[in-house]
């Protein structure tokens, strides 16, 4: 019988792992995934706008309004304005001389002031809101310093009232005179075609003796 030959077991050697490599994915930019390499992509960059071109379509300021002039900060520990309209007591607005309080002496001689300080700066035939921003601020500023107790008003509004029942009258006036100058020329001019319209009158010759 014959001996069976003995088989040697084979030895495995272990494959030795390689390390994954992970390549890289291309960043993408708005969704779109670059051209690959080699491949030129052409690019479109738009011009931006210039600061004139920007200026140019940008809404612009809005002028500021008689409100606006009228506020300033650390009003609330002062004397408020009244409410209603200056000069309307009966409609329910108020007296500024008995709101001011400085006596009628003392009203009187700020009203002269600033009347004068108004035909001196501001344009007397137009009204308070037809005025020019920094002429108020001359008006208002000159008052400031010749009367100090004026700053403990809130927003000054005893000057701002002034010139606005200054300005109504002194508008007013101003918007009559130019009515009746107006009148006046037609009436005149009317009174010129009457006159060319009607026959001229021979003079009578010498009398013959």
Not at 14 to 32: L, N
Not at 58 to 77: I, Q, R, V
Not at 115 to 122: E, T
Not at 180 to 194: F, H, N, Q, W
């Amino acid at each position: 019988m014959a001996t069976p030959r003995a088989t040697t077991p084979r030895a495995i050697t272990p494959r030795a792992k390689m390390p994954s490599v992970t390549t890289p994915r291309a960043q993408t930019f708005g969704g779109q995934t670059p051209a690959p390499a080699g491949k030129q992509k052409l690019v479109t960059i738009e011009n931006l706008p210039s600061d004139s071109e920007h200026s140019e379509s940008s809404p612009a300021l809005s002028e500021s309004s008689l409100s606006s002039l009228e506020s300033e900060p650390g009003a609330d520990d002062k004397i408020p304005k009244p409410s209603g309209e200056v000069g309307r007591p009966g409609c329910g607005g108020y007296n500024l001389e008995e709101q001011l309080g400085w006596g009628e002496d003392g009203f009187k001689c700020l009203k002269k002031f600033v009347n004068k300080a108004i035909k001196n700066h501001l344009d007397t035939t137009k009204c308070r809101s037809q005025q020019n921003r920094k002429a108020l601020i001359t008006v208002c500023d000159l008052a400031t310093a010749k009367f100090p107790d004026l700053d403990s008003f809130a927003n000054r509004w005893p000057i701002f009232d002034l010139i606005q029942m200054c300005l109504k009258y002194l508008s007013s006036r101003a918007q009559q005179k130019r009515k009746m100058s107006a009148e006046s020329s037609s009436d005149a001019v009317k009174s010129e075609k009457r006159r060319a319209r009607s026959p001229k009158l021979k003079s009578p010759g010498p009398s013959k003796k």
